[in-house]
């Protein structure tokens, strides 16, 4: 064979190849990418690159995925325009247009600034409101990766599955520009019906020092504003105890709390529970790189578009920043509770950050966690209720 026809044969073997090859699956009406085992299933979403679904493959909890799917109909976010007013306005619309399951927030957690709006930055910044393109990927991890134009950020992810019903998730964040800079790098996963549901779902975290927003977050507020709490009780406007661990009591309300991670702990972590259904999530990851573990409420309280009183939905945000507020917010206060509330990468660099997800039965009679910890690819999970330790492993 000639020179010529062995690049042929190598261009059409690369193109043949799942990393490159047309979206052949679609998830709430949108392109998808899909991954999985025998025991687990992950729904990754090239607009926004948010990790729309995770479900098990096998036994009665089989395709219940626990994070939010939003009830108004997404696009990918790429496709917005202002002209379009079905998602409201913005800075918010272009996240909206298609928020759904775990959304990543770079190059800052919350809202921008008036400056930043009128320069057209999105809330959460512009890593879940842009296209993400493949890079490789097998049946079982898929590697891809945007450019944040107005930021200057080069973002990849890559998602790995081992053989257990848990994804290891590595991520790289490139400063592109000339300058040393503070940024936010948040996660965002969400959780919603019918996983999430009152007197069923009950949430724990590794830490202890927890705060409610200390200004206005919205008029549906059911928590006393700036009071300081150990987690799970918090305070409600009436001074009165407040189990945070349950979902909140009552048909409208929105509120917002942020928890350190307890700093003598090497690894943070928060997991999710439905003790009807005996199903739980979580997440892991080292302390040191996000100290933060932020709670959002939404019950039925925003009216405008495209909530509409409809949306039912909790989201567990952790990373470098305390609460969602603006980029210059986050450097003038600079820490609470003797953490930093943002964090530094430097002119050139780069920065890699791993992480775990996982998705498990349980036994009935487990109402939660103590622990979750890491050594070496063993995640160990320290079950509430019951007298029992789940171990799973990654490939890190």
Known sequence: MNTQNLFLGATLALLATPALSAHAQTYAGRPAWTIGNKKFKVVVLPGGGHIASMTLTGGKNA???PLWLPPWQGIDPQNWKPSDKRFGAAPGAPLLSGIIGHNICVDFFGGPSPAETKAGVPVHGEAPTVEWKPVRRTANSITYKTTLPK???????????????????????????????????????????????????????????????PMEFSKGERLKRGATFEWPTGVDKDGSDVDMRAWPVGSSSSDFTT???????????????????NLLCGY????????WCAIWEENKFRDGAPWY??????????????????????????????????????????????????????????????????????VSIELEGVDRTLTLKAKR
Not at 166 to 173: H, N, P
Not at 267 to 276: E, I, M, P, S
Not at 284 to 289: G, Y
Not at 326 to 350: D, H, M, N
């Open 63 to 65: 395709n219940v995925n």
């Open 284 to 291: 892991v990851w080292k302390r040191q790189d996000y100290p």
């Open 151 to 213: 930021a200057q950020m080069d973002v990849s992810r890559t998602i790995t599955l081992g053989n257990d019903s848990l994804m290891w998730i590595t991520e790289t964040v490139k400063n592109k520009t000339a300058f040393d800079r503070p940024f936010g790098w948040q996660q965002h996963p969400t959780f919603g019906p019918p996983f999430l549901k009152e007197g069923e779902t009950f949430f724990d975290i590794g830490g202890k020092e927890s705060m409610v927003f």
């Open 309 to 378: 009183k409809k949306a039912v939905t909790r989201g567990i945000e952790f990373g470098t920043t305390p609460w969602a507020y603006s980029r210059r917010e986050a450097v003038t206060q600079g820490s609470l509770f003797k953490t930093p509330t943002y964090r530094w990468i430097s002119a050139g660099a780069s920065q890699t950050i791993g992480y775990g997800a996982f998705l498990v039965n349980v036994p009935a009679g487990a109402t939660g966690v103590k622990s979750v910890t890491v050594n070496g690819n063993n």
């Open 259 to 277: 928890t350190k991670i307890s700093p003598e702990n090497e690894w943070g972590w928060f997991t999710v529970v439905n003790v009807k259904k």
